[in-house]
């Protein structure tokens, strides 16, 4: 009896151990190193390929977001012409999602911040992203690392591009509310984001 109940215990707890450490977006599509996702915004559908194999810490913190459904409904608060449209972070009562934690800055891997790329948004501590992301809507070499930490990029656009070149049309303004600029007068909206199946 005491052996069985001791068996039972050890699967249990090597269940939880392994659920606990699945939670964590690596779940996802484990062997796909270049997992898509559609972006369903209000403007229209984006397709990104996400680069697992150069940003895996990255893309499973961002598919970790996208598995428990915390993009939906979030806004792309910030858009500047010919540099970025960034989101992800605020719902549109620009109530502040919460987040996982901060992940390590993977910048040094080679993806540069070109035109159409996704990159994570982050504070002046290298390693301080957590959810926020962006588009970059030009070639932001000053995003790269140098000498200092740059930003990581993490994908590429594949389709929706004319999405993103109809969003840094939108009119933007200074919002006197929260002080800050560059927010869309109307409200753009991620609607929902989707893992696609493999290719």
Known sequence: ML??????????ASSLVFAKAKDDGSQIQPDNYY??????????????????????????NFLRYVDKRSY????????????????????????????????????????????YNITMARQDD??????????????????????????TVFGSVVEGYEVLDKMVEVKTDFDPTYGWQDVPVEQVVLLKVIVLPPA
């Open 126 to 151: 290298p390693h301080s992203a957590t959810r926020q992301f962006f588009f970059n809507m030009s070639n932001n070499d000053s995003l790269d690392p140098g000498r200092n930490w740059g930003y």
């Open 72 to 115: 939906e409904d979030t806004i792309f608060h910030r858009i500047v012409p010919d540099f970025v449209v960034q989101g992800g972070g605020f719902d549109k009562n620009f109530v502040e999602k919460p987040a996982f934690g901060k992940i390590f800055n993977e910048s040094g891997n080679g993806l540069k911040n070109q035109m």
């Open 35 to 60: 997992p898509r996702v559609k972006m369903v915004t209000s403007m229209g559908d984006i397709i990104v390929e996400l680069d697992r194999s150069r940003a895996p810490i990255t893309v499973n």
């Open 3 to 12: 052996k069985t109940l001791l068996v039972v215990y050890i699967t249990l």
